[in-house]
């Protein structure tokens, strides 16, 4: 009996070691662990001439996520994407703590998905004299409104890890979601304020077949939560028709009672904004393009959506 145990385990080992060499053979993906490893890779590409994306990520990801990198590899000859959770934009110690690590599984659909390289640092990588010593940014008063209200020093932490990986990655082009409406206006205002040559693209919400915006903390959800969950983009998806006979005020007012009235589910903040300044809008003919950015709770998971009026 321990023979036979013993020549199963050699097969098995030898079928692990056979997928090993089947996946290496697949994919050229480079696994990039240090700042180094990082730069030498990139001055390579640089050399080569050739053209690179970025898709810088918090890992955990869905179909979301792949939707940014598969536009990254159609439109650059090297794709880059980091994995890497920013302990400097979390100011809630519990929402660090519990955000969902997939590594392992983030590495297999990254490969599968054409990406050239992933980087995977260590806090230490990044931030090597500290998470706490970096430089400050003048991010102007679309980081004040909303997210950056409701959530102290989040975009300063945003701004410092994504110049970070700027300077480290060197992109021509970096792809985010709209899902983070606002992260898209704030890193736009850290570009133009530190001077950087790199393209922003921003590419459209990817969304489960019942209607909630794809996003890593989808998986925090109990099955109730997630069951009810959709109903925070079929309110916002009925005002959008409400609003043509209504005022902003009350367009407003409609979405938040609808969401605040389904159970666990707890509007934190719902704005109406110029779409380019963030500002709030009080009535629909003051800005040329007008967002609705909503924040909620669902039980402890805190979901974001927005949607477009005008």
């Not at 794809?214 to 925090?220: A, D, F, G, V, Y």
Request: proline share 5%.
């Amino acid at each position: 009996m321990r023979e036979e145990e013993e020549i199963s385990g050699r097969v098995s080992l030898r079928g692990f070691r056979l997928r090993q060499i089947l996946i290496k053979s697949s994919s050229d993906m480079q696994i990039i662990r240090s700042v180094g490893e990082l730069t030498d890779y990139v001055a390579k590409q640089k050399n080569n001439r050739h053209s690179i994306g970025f898709v810088p990520t918090m890992g955990a990801l869905h179909a979301g996520h792949i939707s940014l990198v598969e536009r990254a590899v159609k439109e650059n000859a090297v794709t880059v994407v980091s994995v890497f959770v920013n302990p400097t934009q979390f100011n809630n110690p519990e929402d660090l703590a519990t955000y969902p690590r997939t590594e392992e599984a983030d590495i297999r659909l990254l490969a599968k998905a054409g990406v050239s390289a992933v980087f995977v640092p260590t806090v230490k990588e990044i931030y090597p004299d500290g998470a706490h010593t970096v430089k400050t940014y003048d991010l102007g008063s679309v980081a004040e409104v909303m997210e950056g209200k409701h959530r102290p020093g989040h975009f300063q932490g945003v701004a410092q890890v994504v110049h970070r990986l700027f300077e480290l990655v060197n992109p021509d082009r970096a792809y985010f979601g709209e899902k983070d409406f606002q992260q898209i206006a704030v890193i736009r205002s850290m570009v133009a304020s530190e001077h950087l040559d790199v393209e922003i693209v921003p590419c459209p919400i990817r969304r489960a077949d019942d209607g909630l915006a794809l996003s890593s903390r989808n998986t925090l959800l109990t099955p109730d939560q997630r069951m009810r969950a959709p109903g925070i983009y079929e309110a916002l998806k009925d005002s959008v028709e409400y609003s043509l006979n209504h005022s902003v005020r009350a367009t407003h007012d409609t979405v938040v009672e609808r969401i605040d009235a389904i159970p666990e589910m707890k509007v934190e903040y719902f704005e109406i904004v110029d779409a380019r300044t963030l500002m709030p809008v009080e009535e629909w003919d003051e800005a040329s393009e007008v967002q609705g950015c909503i924040t909620v709770f669902n039980g402890k998971v805190r979901l974001i959506d927005n949607i477009r009026y005008r």
